[in-house]
């Protein structure tokens, strides 16, 4: 099983919705998939017309495999499943203080679930936390979106900076660019100066209306309407996803 | 493994009829979400003698794919492309894939064949709660089959499959369903699959070559002779079909069993009828055996071509083609001849004129001759006892030497005792029997493999005093007949030591119990 985690510092960078496409993308090439909402607001819950069960919350999270197993719901879609987050997931990084090796428990917790899925993808909460640390260790593939804006790209320095030092592995840190307006000058600068970047994949997502109207439809845009521009970037960006592992 | 819930199965008396119920029991904002409706050909398959189904596996051609299904779930865990529309395959000849092994793995000699063809027509619907989130898919199926005189369908059969997480939430519907007045709830898909069988009149695991026989040990062994022999008279019948259509081989294996048996104990219990009648109709089924006799070689030449292949060094395989290809041309010849035969009014005759007698048979018949009227166990005990003896007596006449003609010989003893033992096994105690057949079966597969190597460097002994001079050819030849013989050799060797095992105390000790435990 390969872990890819959405993960951004900065809130609003497009993490929801590529981790919604890109696991709808996996479960149709590389069937089945995973993805794990740990986002206490459930977006991708939310994207997926699904939430918890009223028993479910951050404790039997923390409990892993078992209890995660029984929680597991499946998508609209075949060979998609979802872990649905639950509003007690707020205090995650809080509870996950108490355990023992904290960096440690994401990846243990799903370590049952590898002979389940292909592809397991985390959609994270924007923050940097004890359960940032956690998912970290849990994941072979970081996958970060950006804006292609100043402020995006300081988010990222200093994420690469905490890696650094705390003696992270960044190679697994592979940035993207997201919501792309290519007809602003800044957006197309700061592309064009990052793109051969080690470690910065060249796919990038543009900014389309289709993309926010996925909260209204609630399924992936790659399903709905597989023919848009996003769509074809999410797809790109999978294909780019591929090769990186190969 | 990843795991879906479980399919829950129910039959209603029509197809419109879910909906109406279903509204009735939906909670509020939930909806029935109508796809679109589809029609889909099923074919299934299975061997004679029903291989696929005692694994808990249909065998379900559709949309050009042949799906294997789970009896128990009746979720489709295999498949591959299969294009042909043909009355039966072998797994052998389907691509390479777990499908393949699986089927292989049922029955690598026997041909699936198609069973029925069924016409469905599929509704399909998504049970939606009020986020519009689908909880679970509903499907109802109805079934036709094709060429039955009614063009009605004979079952409305719904699934109710819950998405993973929603099993709970799906419950009370699945309940509801249940207890309905006319619906009925079923097990799982192997109920479905024997209700599509017995429609298509097809007699699940109704063929068994096997000897299932329930004797009397008080009646006379007349009848119990009568039993037996219209048993194997049965079985010859039900090869008949695909021996002729040209199934598999093993329809042509049964035959020749079923013959064997017969003239076995008709011989070994020489005396149950009048002697006229007996060396008449002995003389009748050694004929007949005879007459199948090229044709089994010939198969079983072709079953081995592969194990022949893969024992000679890759650049003197090609040469064997032609030679297998020459088997097989020669095997059709031997089919067709096989086939006008038995079509012919000579073998019904033949066939027909035994039935008769067998009927005709009486308890008059029975007090005819001297043995006829004893008791079915004193004639299974002694008989038994004289053939075991016999397998004794001349087993130990065999010399250091042990040529081929006394373990051939020996063979033949073995298997008379083997017949037995199978005819009257349903007259003694399983803990008994079963111990001594497996004593036996070991010093038969020994004699056996002997006998069989011994055939097969015959053959190609023949073969090579007979081809023209192709150099390739008769390397291939010799290469098979030095690992034949080595084989032989090591079957000779091994005779002795089996044979003590058979001749020793404890199997001596095993037949006592045998014989006395059933004795008056």
């Known amino acids: ?246 | 493994m990843r795991t879906t819930p479980k399919t829950e199965y129910f039959r209603l008396s029509n197809a419109a009829e879910v909906e109406t119920l279903l509204e009735q029991i939906l909670p509020v904002g939930w909806k029935l979400e109508s796809l679109e409706v589809s029609k889909e050909q099923k074919e299934f398959y299975d061997t004679f003698e029903w291989q696929a189904f005692d694994n808990k596996i249909a065998i379900v051609k559709k949309q050009a794919f042949l799906f294997l299904v789970d009896l128990i779930t009746g979720r489709e865990t295999h498949s591959v492309p299969f294009q042909k529309n043909c009355p039966s395959f072998l797994a052998t000849s389907l691509p390479s894939s777990p499908l393949k092994e699986k089927l292989y793995s049922c029955s690598n000699i026997r041909a699936f064949s198609k069973l029925c063809t069924l016409d469905t027509r599929i509704y399909s619907y998504h049970i939606l709660d009020d986020n519009d989130k689908t909880l679970a898919i509903l499907t109802a199926e109805s079934f036709c089959l094709q060429r039955s005189e009614s063009q009605e369908p004979f079952m409305h059969l719904f699934a109710l499959s819950p998405l993973r997480g929603y099993e709970d939430e799906i419950a009370p519907i699945s309940q509801f369903l249940s207890v309905q007045k006319r619906s009925e709830s079923l097990m799982d898909f192997r109920e479905i699959f024997l209700l599509i069988m017995h429609e298509a009149r097809q007699n699940i695991k109704g063929y068994s070559a096997k000897i299932q026989l329930k004797l009397n040990p008080d009646a006379t062994i007349h009848e119990s002779a009568l039993q037996l022999l219209q048993h194997t008279l049965s079985v010859m019948r039900l090869n008949e079909n695909g021996i002729k259509k040209d199934i598999d081989s093993e329809f042509l294996h049964d035959y020749r069993v079923a013959i064997r048996r017969t003239r076995s104990i008709m011989k070994q219990l020489m005396g149950i009828f009048l002697e006229k009648e007996s060396r008449y109709f002995l003389t009748l089924f050694r004929e007949l055996g005879k007459k199948t006799n090229d044709l089994r070689d010939r198969d079983v030449y072709l079953l081995r071509e592969e194990s022949y292949f893969n024992s000679l060094p890759p650049y003197l395989q090609p040469s064997l083609r032609p030679f297998f290809e020459n088997i097989a041309e020669s095997r059709k010849d031997f089919y067709k001849r096989l086939c006008r035969y038995l079509s012919s009014i000579d073998y019904q005759l033949s066939l027909n004129e035994w039935e008769t007698f067998l009927n005709q048979q009486s308890l008059q018949n029975a007090e005819l001759t001297l043995q006829g009227s004893r008791s079915t166990k004193i004639v299974a005990t002694e008989s038994i006892k004289k053939a075991w003896k016999k397998v004794i007596r001349h087993g130990r006449q065999i010399s250091r030497e042990t040529t081929d003609t006394e373990l051939h010989a020996l063979r033949i003893d073995c298997k008379k005792l083997r017949y037995l033992l199978e005819f009257f096994a349903s007259i003694f105690q399983p803990e008994t029997i079963t111990p001594v057949i497996r004593q036996l079966k070991e010093l038969q597969e020994n004699l056996g493999a002997f006998v069989d190597f011994a055939v097969q460097l015959r053959f190609l002994h023949e073969q090579l005093e007979s081809m023209a001079s192709d150099k390739l050819l008769a390397a291939s030849i010799g290469g098979l007949m030095a690992t034949l013989f080595q084989k032989q050799e090591e079957a000779r060797l091994k005779f002795h030591k089996t044979f003590a095992s058979f001749d020793h105390e404890e199997t001596s000790q095993l037949f006592h119990d045998l014989l006395t435990g059933c004795s008056p």
């Not at chain 1, 985690?5 to 497009?14: D, F, P, R, T, W």
């Not at chain 1, 679930?113 to 849990?138: C, G, I, R």
């Not at chain 1, 994941?139 to 300081?154: E, G, H, K, Y």
């Open chain 1, 1 to 246: 099983m390969k872990t890819i985690a959405l993960y951004s510092i900065k809130g609003g960078v497009g993490k929801t919705a590529a981790a919604v496409n890109l696991s709808y993308l996996s479960s149709r090439f590389s069937p089945p998939t995973l993805l794990c909402d740990l986002d206490p607001q459930g977006a991708s819950s939310y994207y997926f017309r699904i939430s918890a069960s009223k028993k479910y919350n951050s404790d039997k999270f923390l409990k892993g495999n078992k209890k995660i197993y029984s929680n597991i719901k499946a998508t609209d879609f075949e060979n998609l499943d979802l872990l649905p987050s639950d509003f007690s997931y707020r205090n995650l990084d809080i509870e996950l203080a108490e355990e023992k090796k904290p960096q440690k428990k994401l990846k243990k917790n799903i370590e049952e679930l590898s002979n389940d899925y292909q592809f397991l993808f985390f959609d994270s909460p924007p923050n940097l936390t004890l359960l940032s640390e956690s998912l970290f260790a849990a994941s072979d593939i970081i996958l970060v979106p950006l804006i292609p804006t100043t402020l995006s790209i300081r988010t990222f320095m200093q994420l690469k900076d905490f890696f650094e030092a705390n003696k992270l592995n960044s190679s697994k840190i592979h940035p993207f660019f997201s919501m792309v307006e290519k007809q602003k000058k800044l957006h197309r600068d700061i592309i064009n100066e990052f793109r051969n970047t080690p470690g910065f994949l060249t796919q990038t997502i543009p900014y389309n209306s289709e993309v926010e109207k996925m909260g209204i439809y609630r399924a992936p845009i790659n399903a709905v309407h597989p023919n848009s521009p996003a769509s074809k970037a999410y797809l790109h960006l999978w294909e780019e996803l591929t090769e990186l592992q190969r």
